[in-house]
């Protein structure tokens, strides 16, 4: 039987995997600075210099690690693609039989960060206005009882240079993941992708999806039902059928009246963008949840699926529901390693620090995805009230880096 391979050696061989490529000066940077990351649970460069605990000031441990964050050999799309390459061969064991994709949106508000690059206008979520700070497009994988597989995240910003539009970011993201996830693998999507660009570049990446339709939407849905937009198809359809779920997040089961429309065709839009009179030639189903639990409006999910029977149906529903795990992942990285307080005066600097975060989330999910008996004693360590949770990265984190720091030799 095989030894198994100590925290250290696991973070060490992470390192290898996602940097290999980087020059020797590089790979030093992401080594600590995901340890930083991990120890102090901060982006800021001052933390997580205090947390390498290096032999001379900290002055100068930060001007290192600030090259190393603006540098410009160290190559971003390199890590992000070994990274990929690290966690295609886990969608494909049975811990994700046809996985669910996640794929959402966030942003960062950075309300005094006056002379940050290229802030934005953003919507803060937290607050329910508008303010300035930067977008961020995450994708994640979600397998059978809850398990997540953190595959991308990027920051953008609608005034830097490189920017042509909001979905051309999110296309160029989800185009990036696709080619490593499994063929069969549902993506899931809410209802701010409800729109024909991205119906139609879904359809050719090929994917299998559903897309939370907004039933105040004014296109014409074609369907055995009539020609009709979508709340007035809400209306029209029934929902006979009782199915008993589980959002994520909710320790309890919520009880959804279900009914469905089968056989339904978008309505096409010509190429000027000007709406046709017809409808696409993607064939489509949609279900429709109702539950107190669940809001006031029902769920309408536009989906590839062909619906035939209520336990179809159902199905539909948890693989929507199980789309609520990258939120929850979005507030990880906002909470766990304070991500809306990331301080950098180059672009390079904001886009690699959020990257790093990513990828500080990413080894705790490969952990986990580790022996099981290995995490749960790195995550007693964190001494609180109550069991060990089933999403124990709060308490992962708040453990690993002080594990680390103990186990490895020196510290970073």
Not at 76 to 90: K, R, T
Not at 249 to 278: H, M, P
Request: glycine content about 8%; overall charge positive.
């Amino acid at each position: 039987m095989p030894r198994e391979k100590s925290i250290a050696e696991r973070f060490e061989a992470y390192v290898e995997a996602v940097g290999g490529r980087l020059h020797k000066p590089n790979r030093r940077f992401l080594r600590d600075a995901l340890f930083g990351l991990l120890e102090s649970r901060s982006t800021l460069l001052s933390q997580i210099g205090r947390a390498l605990n290096e032999p001379h000031r900290l002055i100068h441990t930060e001007k290192r690690l600030s090259r190393g964050l603006s540098s410009k050999r160290y190559d971003d799309a390199a890590v992000e693609a070994d990274y990929l390459a690290l966690a295609a061969p886990i969608l494909r064991d049975e811990r994700f039989p046809r996985p669910t994709i996640a794929v959402d949106t966030t942003d960062i508000s950075k309300p005094r960060a006056k002379k940050m690059p290229y802030l934005a206008g953003v919507h803060d979520g937290s607050k329910g206005e508008l303010g300035y700070g930067y977008s961020v497009i995450s994708i994640e994988a979600v397998g059978t009882r809850g398990r997540r597989l953190p595959l991308l995240t990027r920051l953008f910003s609608s005034t830097s240079p490189e920017y042509t539009s909001h979905n051309a970011a999110i296309f160029a993201a989800v185009g990036r993941v696709a080619p490593h996830v499994p063929q069969d693998a549902h993506w899931v999507f809410d209802s701010g992708f409800d729109g024909h660009n991205f119906f139609k570049r879904f359809d050719e990446l090929g994917l299998r999806y559903s897309v939370r339709l907004r039933l105040g939407g004014k296109r014409t849905l074609f369907t055995p039902l009539g020609n009709l937009p979508p709340h007035a198809l809400m209306l029209a359809c029934p929902r006979p059928h009782r199915h008993r779920t589980r959002k994520q997040g909710r320790s309890s089961s919520v009880d959804v009246q279900l009914g469905w429309v089968q056989d339904v065709f978008v309505q096409r839009y010509k190429a000027g963008g000007n709406v046709s009179g017809t409808g696409g030639e993607t064939r489509y189903s949609v279900v429709f949840a109702s539950s107190a639990q669940l809001g006031e409006e029902p769920l309408a999910i536009l989906t590839t699926e062909d619906v035939r029977t209520a336990e179809d149906a159902a199905r539909v529903v948890d693989l929507y529901l199980e789309r609520w795990g990258v939120e929850e992942a979005h507030r990880f990285m906002k909470q766990g390693f304070d991500l809306e307080d990331l301080r950098a005066l180059t672009w390079t600097g904001v886009q690699r620090m959020a990257q790093l975060v990513f990828l500080a989330y990413g080894f705790l999910a490969q952990l986990v995805h580790g022996p099981r008996a290995q995490v749960e004693r790195v995550a007693a360590t964190f001494r609180a009230f109550g069991p060990i949770p089933t999403y124990l990265y709060y308490r992962l984190l708040e453990g690993i880096g002080r594990h680390l720091l103990r186990t490895m030799d020196g510290g970073p």
